[in-house]
Nanobody
């Protein structure tokens, strides 16, 4: 069992930066693959980034080159550094944990989800 709590969302101007955090419970955090997804109103949930146990990272095409995912196993926390933000990045951002196998860009393979944090980018 894993509980996830996102923080760090807010309002930022286009071109600015924001850093999201996801704090996870459990002593086996380092064994999980962690992902970030986002969902805008009337849109389907979209893959943003994922990081696996060996620190290999993966990004969705829309954020590649602008966002960076990282993890600190000692703090049971995963981060999403978002730079060069655009209005189309506006969404609720969710972190998720996967203790199994599967295609990490598919939200259906994740076992645990946080409540989400709102990110709004103004033009």
């Amino acid at each position: 069992q894993v509980q996830l709590v996102e923080s760090g969302g807010g309002l930022v101007q286009a071109g600015g930066s924001l850093r999201l955090s996801c704090a996870a419970s459990g002593r086996t955090f380092s064994s999980y693959a962690m992902g970030w997804f986002r969902q805008a109103p009337e849109k389907e949930r979209e893959f943003v980034a994922a990081i696996v146990w060996n620190n290999n990272v993966y990004y969705g095409d829309s954020v590649k080159g602008r966002f960076t995912i990282s993890r600190d196993n000692a703090k049971n926390t995963v981060y999403l550094q978002m730079n060069s933000l655009k209005p189309e990045d506006t969404a609720v951002y969710y972190c998720a944990a996967n203790d199994g196998r599967g295609r990490l860009s598919d939200s259906r393979v994740y076992d645990y989800w946080g409540q989400g944090t709102q990110v709004t980018v103004s033009s």
